[in-house]
């Protein structure tokens, strides 16, 4: 039995390829996802490991207000000068250097545009001469405070050289220096993952990166002969006090490369679950697969049967089929998937500036998680035509029988009894009080919902089809590819449903984005009242900044009202970090946000309603809260302003902006006269800003509309996600109708005898294709249209206020399926044409 099955197998090829593809697609995705978090995760452990070579004990201040490494940017606190002097005076010690290092140097190339980065921060470091893995290219390093150096990465992407002037934008406005130094690394590289870094002498550095005088960020400390890093550590701990973090280089290497992992770890948790996705659209491919199979072979296992195959060996002659493709199509797909890892890899790698990529390798989880989801997947698929397959009588091997298509009654009364229970879930979580459990009643209430109407999916087909079909059926083979395409509802079904999920998936998706965008503008343009907003696109933790003279400049042009910048900061209050902003002066902020305050004293703080009531202030309540860089200050809470009163939900007074992590605002608001046009100001402004080129300032409308475009941006990645679930679905289309084509191969025999043309064949498969492609995108985007609006509509209480249905976008879809199902048909159409009529008639 066992070599009956592999020569049938073996006998038809096109039917394993064809088998095996969607599993090859999922598994790439899952293997794909976990080779690229491996060589991330040996990357970061590699560079992390080289920065701190020459670090054998780090010394550093505890940070005021603690950040989580994805939350925003963690400030670092300066320690005095007087702790390296007091290091390097302990038994044990070659050598502590003090160290300047702050995110936040950003150069303004040779066109005018500052350097941005996508990952990697900007640090601004002192220079202290090279080290061992630190080699100069071309100059010297840093002497005079109007001289700076920079890693050969930095200058490449600035197009600079030694000799330059150049712009560099730091805790204070745009200073202007000249370039007298290159440096690279040990081996060849230009920087370390990319990091853009600029070396100033050290008292610079420690006014530009820390704000302060005679203060560094971390003392690098190297071990004398006979001492280990961890005794240096000990030994320093308590020397130094509870106030500061000793550790040694590999420590710090660890933790670093740990926190970057974490996020590593969430995005490869985001491809799993697309590769979900595409596997359970490929279940519907393998499924469909084998089911033709079945029917295909129909006399050969009543054959085998009539031989005395028992029903068990027949389920496992079917079975064997299904692990000998997923086998196969699992190590395919494992070799596919450490291609995709190398190739996502190497986007990493470009995004972060030409970060060094570990070696490609295959971790055993990968290998592990390819074969069994490949064979488990498969023979999941393949369980109910195996069992269908066992119930062939053997008087059928005598007979010119197939499966026939069995009632839908079963299946229409489990679907409908599915969806029921979802249609009562959703309905209880929209219009029920059920408090925190309303969205998880709502979501479940979509899944089983989304379940129930696959179910029905066969039900639906006939009439939907039936109507799809009519358009095409001004022609004889229009007329014949409508009734193929509708003459097995549970074969149309299964195809039609795996496309079903794709497109449902991108339809809700977009329904809840394009929601959530359509919200943020009508709430922007109803509480925003400035017509000029000055601000920039942020491209890491820290936001794009501004010179604050500009404000007052811009107040004192014809025709403005207010003009008011916007600082912000990360603090502690109690045992939280939460964001904070602050004004020069409120009542200002206020007027030109287009709502009315007070100015706050030095000790008063403004907070919204939802804030206070979250926290339960009120008026004359003592707020204590720890800023970035000052110390714990206790406030009074002396306003209470309506929600969206204000752009942030508590406000400090202008006292505390120079204790931010940033003193410079990261917004402005300018508000103008009555009858005043924002053409005849927004330029003067423009013009205030040659100096700040990370921000600039657009009226309310392009500001509102560039904020929302955040949301174009997901619906964009989603869709390329979700396009593997997409194509495994076209590969269904096409896989349905190669594999039809072998079944009906009598059937199409007699068709060309009795004077259909290879043409006309070749429509009627076209119009099978389309009316199936077709049938899945409608009932996708129906069903996608229902999910995202029940979702949108349980966001209700987090800003989403409309729920807007994307036309333009659905209606693309079935289009985008029509053409879908014209190009699944090619292959089968051709192989149809193709036939030879006297073979076919006789095939068997």
């Not at 009539?306 to 699992?330: D, P, T, W, Y």
């Not at 900044?545 to 900061?569: M, S, W």
Request: glycine share 10%; proline share 5%.
């Amino acid at each position: 039995m066992l070599r009956a099955t592999l020569k049938s197998l073996l006998a038809r090829k096109l039917r394993l390829v064809l088998s095996g593809l969607a599993v090859i697609l999922g598994v790439m995705f899952v293997s794909g996802a976990l080779v690229l978090t491996d060589t991330l995760n040996r990357t970061f452990d590699s560079i992390f490991a080289d920065a701190y070579s020459a670090t054998d004990v780090s010394i550093a201040a505890k940070p005021k207000v603690a950040v989580a490494e994805f939350d925003g940017e963690e400030v670092p606190s300066p320690l005095p000068a007087s702790v390296v002097e007091t290091v390097k005076s302990q038994p044990g010690v070659r050598s502590a250097t003090g160290r300047v290092d702050a995110d936040g140097a950003r150069v303004i190339a040779a066109d005018g545009k500052v350097l941005t980065s996508f990952g990697p921060p900007r640090i601004g470091t002192n220079w202290t001469g090279t080290d061992e893995i630190m080699e100069m290219r071309s100059g010297r390093g840093p002497e005079a405070p109007g001289e700076i150096a920079m890693n050969a990465t930095t200058a490449e992407l600035a197009g600079f050289r030694v000799g330059d002037r150049v712009s560099v934008l730091t805790l204070q406005p745009k200073r202007e220096f000249t370039l007298v130094g290159v440096w690279g690394y040990t081996g060849g590289r230009d920087s370390v993952s990319g990091v853009q870094e600029v070396a100033f002498t050290t008292p610079v550095a420690q006014e530009l990166m820390l704000g302060a005088k005679d203060v560094f960020s971390s003392v690098t400390v190297r071990t004398a002969d006979g001492v280990t890093p961890e005794q240096l550590r000990d030994r320093l701990a308590p020397v130094v006090g509870d106030g500061y973090e000793v550790k040694t280089g590999t420590q710090l290497a660890d933790e670093n490369a740990a926190g970057l992992k974490e996020g590593i770890g969430f995005f490869n948790q985001i491809l799993l679950g697309f590769a979900g996705v595409a596997l359970f659209v490929g279940i519907f491919l393998i499924l469909n697969t084998f089911s033709i199979v079945v029917a295909q072979r129909t006399r050969e296992l009543a054959l085998l049967r009539a031989m005395g195959a028992s029903r068990r060996q027949v389920i496992n002659s079917v079975l064997v089929e299904a692990v000998v493709v997923g086998l196969i199509a699992s190590v395919l797909g494992l070799a596919a998937g450490v291609g995709a890892g190398a190739g996502l890899g190497a986007l990493f790698s470009r995004m972060g500036g030409g970060m060094d990529l570990a070696p490609i390798g295959v971790p055993l989880p990968a290998v592990i998680s390819a074969f069994t989801v490949g064979i488990v997947v498969t023979v999941l698929a393949a369980v109910l035509p195996a069992l269908r397959a066992s119930r062939i009588a053997p008087v059928a091997a005598m007979q010119e029988v197939t499966i026939t298509d069995r009632p839908l009654t079963k299946l229409t009364v489990a679907g409908s009894a599915v969806t029921a229970v979802g249609a009562t879930t959703l309905g209880l979580g929209l219009f029920a009080d059920a408090g925190d459990a309303t969205l998880w009643l709502i979501l479940g209430g979509v899944l089983v919902t989304f379940i129930g109407v696959a179910l029905l999916t066969p039900l639906i087909s006939r009439p939907v089809v039936s109507l799809l079909g009519r358009l095409f059926s001004w022609s004889v083979p229009g007329r014949l590819g409508r009734l193929n395409s509708g003459r097995n509802p549970r074969r149309t079904a299964i195809t039609a449903a795996a496309l079903m999920v794709g497109i449902a998936l991108v339809t809700g998706v977009t329904v809840v984005m394009d929601s959530a965008k359509s919200s943020l503008q009508a709430e922007a343009a109803r509480i925003l009242k400035a017509q000029i907003m000055i601000s920039g696109d942020q491209g890491g933790a820290r936001p794009p900044t501004y010179d604050p003279a500009v404000l007052d400049e811009a107040a004192a042009i014809p025709g403005v009202r207010a003009a008011a910048g916007l600082y912000n900061d990360v603090v502690a209050i109690g045992a939280d970090s939460d964001y904070v902003a602050a004004a020069e002066d409120l009542s200002v902020l206020a007027e030109a946000y287009g709502t009315t305050a007070a100015k706050l004293t030095a000790d008063q703080i403004a907070v919204s309603e939802p804030e206070a009531s979250e926290r339960g202030w009120k008026t004359g309540t003592p707020v204590t809260i720890q800023t970035s860089r000052g110390e714990p200050h206790t406030y009074t809470v002396a306003q209470v302003f309506p929600e969206n009163g204000l752009p942030k939900n508590i406000i400090l007074p202008a006292e505390a902006i120079k204790s931010f992590g940033i003193a410079q605002p990261v917004l402005g608001f300018i508000r103008l006269d009555e009858g005043v046009t924002v053409a005849s100001v927004l330029p003067q402004v423009k013009a205030l800003l040659a100096d700040s080129p990370e921000v600039t300032a657009t009226d309310q409308q392009t500001f509102v509309d560039d904020q929302a475009a955040v949301f174009d941006d997901l619906i964009v990645m989603i869709q390329i996600l979700l396009g593997l679930a997409i194509l495994i679905a076209i590969l269904g289309v096409i896989n349905t109708l190669a594999l039809s084509v072998l079944e009906r191969t009598r059937e199409l025999g007699l068709l060309r005898a009795v004077g259909l043309g290879r043409a006309q064949t070749m429509r009627m498969i076209t119009v099978e294709a389309v009316v199936i492609a077709v049938f899945g995108a409608l009932l996708g985007v129906a069903v996608g249209a229902g999910m995202g609006s029940a979702v949108a509509h349980a966001l209700e209480n987090d800003g989403i206020t409309q729920i807007v249905l994307p036309w333009s976008r659905m209606a693309t879809y079935l289009v985008l399926a029509a053409l879908v199902g014209v190009v699944a048909a090619v292959l089968p159409a051709i192989r149809a044409a193709r036939l030879n009529v006297l073979n076919a008639i006789a095939h068997d």
